[in-house]
């Protein structure tokens, strides 16, 4: 079963505002990704960190792996309309061998 | 386009029946990953295939199967089917896991509904 657990469910915000989820585990990873899924497609990558501490931006989107290990956040800045989709955090434990488990995911509305 | 390939995008069928989901890889890629995504269990990972071999197994029903074939795309079959199993099933493809890159790329998905 899941064994991320991502908050918050979703989130209704206005355009231009900041969003901020994360993704908590009772277990280390030792990779953290972030995926965007649209309606009718499949997740596409956002950002890959791999190690503790790191902090990586993709345009407005900026993630950080967990000193811990057993977290990540993921922040947009100043969300567009084009934002709107599911959001998930994914994570790797050591020797899943590209195993990856998923968050349940974080639902984003902008409106104009 | 992802350049993960799967088909169909719709199948629609009876319990009881079933039904062969087909997924070719990006070029390169070895390795090929089924998840099955409902709306109460998000992305379930089944089953992870590399150039041919069954690498990991996630939770899969015994009523599902899948292989890699020697041109590297996957298939993954599922057989007496019930309501229950109604979801989008997704293939993902990554290269060498052995290398560190675990960012997936996601195929479009095969939404299946049993009635």
């Known amino acids: 079963g899941q064994q991320l657990n991502q908050s918050p469910q979703s989130m209704f915000i206005q355009e231009g505002e900041d969003v901020s989820m994360n993704c908590t585990s009772s277990?280390?990873?030792?990779?953290w990704l972030w995926y965007k899924q649209e309606p009718g497609e499949g997740p596409v990558l956002l950002i890959a960190?791999?190690?503790?501490?790191e902090l990586t931006s993709n345009g407005r989107l900026t993630a950080q792996f967990g000193i811990t290990r057993k977290d990540s956040f993921l922040n947009i800045s100043a969300s567009i309309p084009s934002d709107v989709g599911i959001y998930f955090c994914?994570?790797?434990?050591?020797?899943?061998?590209?195993?990856?488990?998923f968050g349940a995911g974080t639902q984003v509305v902008v409106t104009p | 386009d992802s350049g993960v390939t799967q088909t169909p995008k719709h199948l629609i069928t009876a319990t009881g029946q079933r039904v062969t989901l087909r997924c070719s890889p990006r070029?390169?890629?070895?390795?090929v990953y089924w998840y099955q995504q409902s709306l109460d269990q998000g992305l379930q990972f089944l089953i992870q295939?590399?150039?041919?071999?069954?690498?990991a197994k996630g939770n899969i029903l015994e009523r599902f199967s899948a292989q890699q074939f020697p041109d590297l795309h996957s298939e993954l079959n599922l057989s007496s089917l019930e309501l229950g199993d109604s979801a989008l099933y997704f293939c993902?493809?990554?290269?060498?896991?052995?290398?560190?890159?675990?960012?997936?790329?996601f195929g479009s998905g095969t939404r299946l509904t049993v009635v």
């Open positions: 993902a493809s990554s290269d060498r896991p052995e290398q560190g890159n675990y960012g997936y790329t």
């Open positions: 277990s280390i990873f030792n990779t």
């Open positions: 960190l791999y190690k503790a501490g």
């Open positions: 070029s390169g890629d070895l390795s």
């Open positions: 994914a994570g790797r434990q050591t020797d899943s061998w590209g195993k990856l488990q």
């Open positions: 295939y590399y150039n041919g071999e069954e690498r």
